[in-house]
Nanobody
Framework: QVQLVESGGGLVQAGDSLRLSCAASGRTFSIYNMGWFRQVPGKEREFVAAINWSGGSTLYTDSVKGRFTISRGNAKNTVYLQMNSLKPEDTALYYC????????????????WGQGTQVTVSS
């Protein structure tokens, strides 16, 4: 089993950057696909980005392509989300997720979630 703890959220202005981190416990971190989701009150949790177990494949939702970059450091059991050119519509609670599948279209494929870190972008 793996446990996830996010950090790096905060309050920034539009156009600024943030880097989120997700620290994982457990020796088997390197075999899992990892992802980031976000959620605003009253809406469903939304897929943002994912990276496969080796770091060789990445996936992004259209609204963040070219602005966000997901990466992982298996030696440090950490996955990162570099967010540039932030917009007010990026405001959400961001969750780190671990999954066996590469199908990120449903949250049902996620078997472990972090507690979330808040990102607020002011205009």
């Amino acid at each position: 089993q793996v446990q996830l703890v996010e950090s790096g959220g905060g309050l920034v202005q539009a156009g600024d950057s943030l880097r989120l981190s997700c620290a994982a416990s457990g020796r088997t971190f390197s075999i899992y696909n990892m992802g980031w989701f976000r959620q605003v009150p009253g809406k469903e949790r939304e897929f943002v980005a994912a990276i496969n177990w080796s770091g060789g494949s990445t996936l992004y939702t259209d609204s963040v392509k070219g602005r966000f970059t997901i990466s992982r450091g298996n030696a440090k059991n950490t996955v990162y989300l570099q967010m540039n050119s932030l917009k007010p519509e990026d405001t959400a609670l961001y969750y780190c997720a671990a999954g066996h599948s590469w199908d990120w279209t449903t949250v049902a494929n996620v078997f472990t979630w972090g507690q979330g870190t808040q990102v607020t972008v002011s205009s």
